[in-house]
């Protein structure tokens, strides 16, 4: 039995915090700020979207982006940044993912991704039912998921990829409004949609509350919010053997690096290059009242990046890209175009008026994989780089760790999602 300390209250973290804890480890989870799910996992698109990711880097999107970039109500925004220790990192990670803007490239990680997320499927399962997270609880659902595709050559490209008898089904727009009626109140008639059933749908923070008031409840937990780290303790052989906040020294057996975007400048304090981005993301939370005509299913805009998520009695949207550093202050042109767009494809869906509006960074890495296990210093490992799937991954991503953690080997193949392959 090691102690272990976690560094990151977000999903990412806490999922590990548990897996380590089901392992036999003590584990002490150690939080920045004062309250559990603060950044990225605070108000995210809410989608368990197992069987939906594909990267962002693929052929042909360079040139989509250059159109986005023109569109003042596209889903990219890139700002140059002026700050040296930013702006060296913007370029650099952009020059990766334009290196990973192959065809190839996308679909080898492609394969990878569908493993990790069919394997965190069956560990969400089992955290939930050995953790006793109730659906109502985490506002969990399975109403499947319906990607709706506007340009008809797009849709007809990917509808002929589609397998019969497999998980995904082609629909024209009829059968999208037959399946999803809220699509038919929409403004503009849609090419078509692919829906994949069994893919899910929860409250991000409210999970991350509820699986904390369960790791309080272990004994060999401990949490400590509101504490900042600021580097780590190395023995003689420079192995790392805890890590230094604020207060004080906190020794350590081993020390998992699950703080999102912070784990770069942290892990760069010893030498340790993490290549992540933030990549800021928007989104509404808006309430839903009698009279209103939410989607039940779990939507994707494929064109313009928009997720839509009922949520309990909020309908959740989520969105955008926008390269700017990590500034995460809320852009008043941005929210007025979502809210433009969600207007218009889901007009009667929920009280916009009254929606709270919210940006995060997801600390993504230019293949769109995750970076899970050795770090290469003895000690300390890795389970960063999530970018837009943190709550999606997460699950199967701490077992891997908690595994290898405990000597065990990784459940899944890290081809791809090492650091080395980063």
Request: aromatic share 8%; net charge positive; proline share 6%.
């Amino acid at each position: 039995m090691k102690h272990c300390v976690v560094i990151g209250g977000g999903v990412v973290g806490l999922t590990t915090a548990w897996a380590l804890l089901e392992r036999g480890h003590r584990v002490t989870l150690v939080e920045r700020d004062a309250a559990v799910a603060a950044g990225a996992s605070h108000a995210n698109g809410g989608q368990l979207s197992y069987r939906y990711v594909s990267p962002l880097a693929d052929a042909g999107v360079p040139l989509k982006a250059l159109r986005w970039l023109l569109d003042p109500d596209g889903p990219l925004r890139f700002k140059p940044l002026a700050t040296p220790g930013w702006r060296l990192a913007q370029w650099h990670w952009l020059l990766d993912f334009l290196r990973a803007c192959r065809g190839p490239v996308n679909r080898r990680m492609t394969e990878r991704l569908l493993a990790l997320g069919a394997y965190s499927q069956t560990s969400f399962a089992q955290l939930q039912a050995a953790a006793g997270l109730s659906a109502e609880r985490i506002a969990l659902r399975a109403p499947g998921k319906l990607v709706v595709y506007r340009k008809p050559e797009e849709f007809a490209r990917v509808a002929a990829r589609v397998q019969a008898g497999g998980p995904e089904r082609a629909l024209s727009f009829a059968e999208c409004v037959a399946l999803e009626p809220a699509l038919g109140d929409g403004e503009t008639a849609l090419a078509g949609g692919i829906f994949t059933e069994g893919e899910a749908v929860a409250d991000c923070h409210a999970f991350c509350a509820a699986l904390y008031e369960r790791l309080q409840q272990h004994g060999g937990f401990r949490g400590r919010l509101a504490a900042t780290v600021r580097g780590f303790v190395r023995d003689a052989g420079g192995a790392v053997r805890g890590v230094q906040l604020t207060e004080g020294e906190l020794a350590a057996d081993a020390v998992v690096l699950a703080a999102g975007l912070q784990s770069r400048a942290l892990a760069s304090g010893i030498g340790v290059h993490l290549p992540l981005y933030p990549l800021k993301g928007y989104s509404l939370t808006a309430p839903i009242s009698a009279g209103h005509r939410p989607p039940e299913v779990s939507v994707t805009d494929f064109e313009r990046k928009i997720l839509y998520a009922r949520i309990g009695h909020e309908l959740r949207v989520a969105a955008m890209v926008d390269l700017v550093g990590d500034d995460t202050r809320l852009d008043p042109l941005r929210l007025a175009s979502l809210q433009r767009s969600v207007r218009a494809t889901f007009p009667t869906a929920a009280d916009y008026d009254r929606a709270t509006p919210w940006a995060g960074l997801r600390p993504a890495t230019p293949s769109g994989a995750p970076i899970v296990g050795e770090s290469g210093v003895p000690g300390l490992w890795l389970n960063v780089g999530h970018g837009a799937l943190g709550f999606t991954f997460s699950f199967a991503t701490a077992n891997i760790v908690a595994e290898q953690l405990s000597g065990q080997t990784s459940p899944l193949p890290l081809d791809g999602l090492s650091l080395a392959a980063a």
